[in-house]
């Protein structure tokens, strides 16, 4: 298919190997995710060449980078890729202009296009332009490293843990930067991240990777939700629902939102009215009851179709739940699950605490 990214490698290290057969979405965020010695660099090191799979297969909308049945391999420089490290790796004696100029140089362009100054109001920087790498917090030498990608106006953009050398305060300032990439640039991402919550706040789709091997892979809401993986039976699994700012309550400082299928009361949330955004709602804050609750302290109470159900071996429940179109995960006890008499299929009533929702 041409509007996607077909993506096929085997490579062996003796200690480590990589195989994977992926075709991922031709535009949007693209999460690898797993653990250290996964196999996400190394597939993302595959995929800007840097990496060369002795048997592999790389086709990017179309365009055939790689295929090692007929002797093809298109070295880094010719790949039309962006890349960003964990490091910003700017020029130290060069202005934030000077470096986003430097790329544009090799290829025989100017800074004076309507792309370059699309980048640089999309990332925030554009009062940085003449300072030095020295005067910028770590947030904005990492902005400007993503902008010195996108100038070149690449085919795809390559992500490798591109918050993991910055603090806590620096990652939710560059965060919001990150989330308008897939909304306002026509370019596919790859993004490598072992944060649970990257992964909530960008993926679209997502990639589960193990020892070299996909666990799975598919759109971000379904796969957090499969019962099968572990990401589903974790202390910290949660579901991502996408939603719309629709009315505020400052009284009792609380925002509701929609969604497709009903309505949610969340704590209160600092945006317009009309705003689309992300919500998380933790699997241990779910609980579920046969019948509406007449007296509860829950705001958002909610029917729900039970479709799928799993036992763990700690006396505990994992129930993957269907609300209007949006999967739920609920951990609750294997004893309530009993007593409730709880099966696949069953209409049921989810009551998620307005407390436990982050967006």
Same mark, same amino acid.
């Given at each position: ?40 660099? $190394? ?13 592999? /297969? ?11 049945? #007929? ?18 790796? @700017? ?24 792309? /370059? ?8 920087? $554009? ?8 005067? @910028?917090s ?13 100038v070149?106006?690449?085919?795809? =953009? ?7 050398s ?12 990150? $989330?308008?990439?897939h ?6 991402? =790859? ?21 070299? #091997? ?8 379904d ?25 505020h ?9 929609? /969604? ?8 209160v ?30 705001? #958002?109470?909610?029917?729900?179709t ?7 071996e ?6 993957r ?17 009993? =007593? ?20």
């Amino acid at each position: 298919m041409t509007d996607s990214i077909i993506a096929q490698f085997k490579l062996d290290y003796g200690t480590f190997a990589l195989n994977v057969d992926l075709q991922l979405p031709s535009s949007g965020i693209t999460v690898l995710f797993g653990h250290s010695g996964s196999g996400k660099t $190394t597939l993302l090191r595959c995929i800007a060449g840097l990496q060369h799979a002795p048997q592999g /297969f790389l086709s990017i909308n179309g365009n055939l980078w790689q295929d090692s049945d #007929n002797k093809l391999f298109l070295p880094t420089h010719k790949r039309s890729l962006g890349y960003v490290f964990q490091e910003a790796n @700017l020029f130290a004696h060069l202005t934030v202009l000077g470096n986003l100029s430097y790329g544009l140089k090799r290829i025989g362009q100017t800074a004076k296009t309507e792309k /370059f100054d699309q980048v640089i109001e999309l990332l925030g920087i $554009t009062h940085l332009m003449e300072r030095l790498p020295e005067r @910028l917090s770590g947030g904005e030498r990492q902005r400007v490293a993503i902008a010195r990608a996108l100038v070149l106006n690449p085919e795809i =953009l390559l992500m490798d843990e591109p918050l993991a050398s910055l603090d806590a305060k620096r990652k939710q300032e560059i965060l919001p930067f990150l $989330t308008r990439l897939h909304s306002e640039l026509n370019i596919p991402v =790859l993004y490598v991240t072992h944060s649970q919550q990257e992964v909530a706040q960008l993926a679209d789709y997502l990639v589960l990777l193990a020892d070299g #091997n996909v666990q799975a892979a598919g759109l971000l809401a379904d796969t957090l939700s499969r019962l099968d993986l572990p990401q589903a039976q974790d202390r910290q699994a949660a579901s991502v629902w996408q939603v719309t700012v629709i009315e505020h309550d400052p009284a009792y400082h609380l925002t509701r939102v929609a /969604f497709a299928g009903g309505e949610l009361s969340v704590p209160v949330i600092n945006a317009a009215l009309g705003i689309s955004l992300r919500i998380q709602i933790y699997a241990r804050d779910v609980s579920i009851t046969l019948e509406v609750a007449k007296t509860t302290s829950i705001l #958002n109470v909610l029917p729900a179709t039970i479709t799928d159900i799993v036992d763990d071996e700690a006396g505990q429940s994992m129930i993957r739940l269907r609300v209007g179109s949006q999967p739920l995960l609920a951990h609750i006890t294997r004893k309530s699950a009993h =007593l409730l008499a709880l099966q696949t299929g069953m209409m049921v009533y989810v009551q998620i605490k307005g407390t436990s929702i982050l967006n």
